[in-house]
């Protein structure tokens, strides 16, 4: 089962109990949802579970009965009698603010636009979730709408439809909450952490290699000025302190600046300049 369907699973195992509540739902839904005439809807779904659902809340919301059909492995909800304030809204394209009455209202009204238009990304791939419309003036209204709960929500055109999209994990984390599915925005919390951590060390290990390839080049510019002076015969010339920093580089050429002043009984900024003199020294012959 793909993450989007394991949460729109979860959504419609929760019932809404207030009246003012079902109401928005089933108004957001018939708005929303994909119909085939203004004066005849039918709704289209692909779990069973989901059309019974629907009904029942049509059924409590308004009173109406709708019946059942299968064609194609999908489920349609037909609709002979549609109340008269959905079918305003329907034919004017408009949402109707005054439907969301309680504190409630807002995330059952957010539900069922998410049933009805609405998709997310598996959070393993990307955070992204989207509402899909096909009016831009609802598009713009439904934006209003729900900025108070996502202020990072955006508004785009994307191939003559409206798109409203998040796309931080903290906004699908409230989103999933608000529409219940909070199993499912736990899982967006486990997936950031470990992600996180991930990246973390990565970012560890990045430093970590960059790091040694630094000190790799570095001594391997050190090993190649020795072997100059060396060829030369020129090691021997050099004061007593240098030609001891340049042999004992020579000879324990993976040791770092620090381990070899600890082994020299020198300060790592003495050997250090005194690595860099030895440089200078070779590249003059």
């Known amino acids: 089962m793909s993450f989007y369907s394991e949460v729109k699973s979860e959504m419609i195992s929760t019932r809404s109990k207030r009246e003012c509540c079902r109401h928005a739902e089933g108004y957001a839904y018939m708005l929303l949802g994909k119909y085939k005439t203004k004066s005849n809807v039918k709704l289209r779904f692909s779990s069973e579970d989901e059309a019974n659902y629907i009904r029942y809340l049509f059924k409590k ?6 019946s059942i059909s299968e064609i194609d492995e999908k489920f349609l ?13 329907i ?7 005054n439907i969301l009455v309680c504190d409630n209202c807002l995330p059952a009204f957010l ?3 998410f049933l009805s238009c609405g998709k997310i990304s598996d959070p393993t791939k990307e955070y992204h979730a989207e509402f899909v419309f096909k009016n831009e003036k609802i ?9 108070s709960l996502f202020p990072l929500a955006r508004l785009i055109e994307r191939k003559n439809k409206y798109v409203v999209y998040i796309k931080d994990s903290e906004s699908i984390e409230n989103l999933l909450t608000a529409i219940d599915a909070p199993n499912n925005s736990l899982h967006i919390m486990q997936t950031t952490i470990l992600k996180n951590i991930r990246n973390h060390e990565n970012r560890l290990n990045n430093f970590a290699n960059a790091n040694l390839k630094k000190t790799t080049d570095s001594g391997f510019k050190y090993l190649q000025a020795i072997q100059k002076l060396e060829e030369s015969n020129e090691l021997n010339n050099l004061p007593d302190n240098l030609q001891k920093i340049a042999i004992s ?12 002043a600890e082994m020299l009984k020198m300060s790592r900024s003495t050997v250090y300049r005194g690595l860099n003199k030895i440089v200078k020294i070779s590249e003059k012959i």
Not at 139 to 147: E, G, K, P, R
Not at 249 to 260: G, V, W
């Open 61 to 66: 919301s308004f009173g109406i009965s709708c």
């Open 77 to 89: 909800l037909n609709f002979d009698l549609i109340p008269e304030e959905i079918l305003k809204a």
């Open 91 to 97: 034919l004017n394209d408009r949402i109707d603010k």
């Open 111 to 113: 539900k069922f636009s």
């Open 139 to 147: 598009a713009f209204v439904f934006l209003q709408i729900v900025s």
């Open 249 to 260: 580089k020579r000879d324990n050429f993976e040791m770092s600046l620090n381990e070899l």
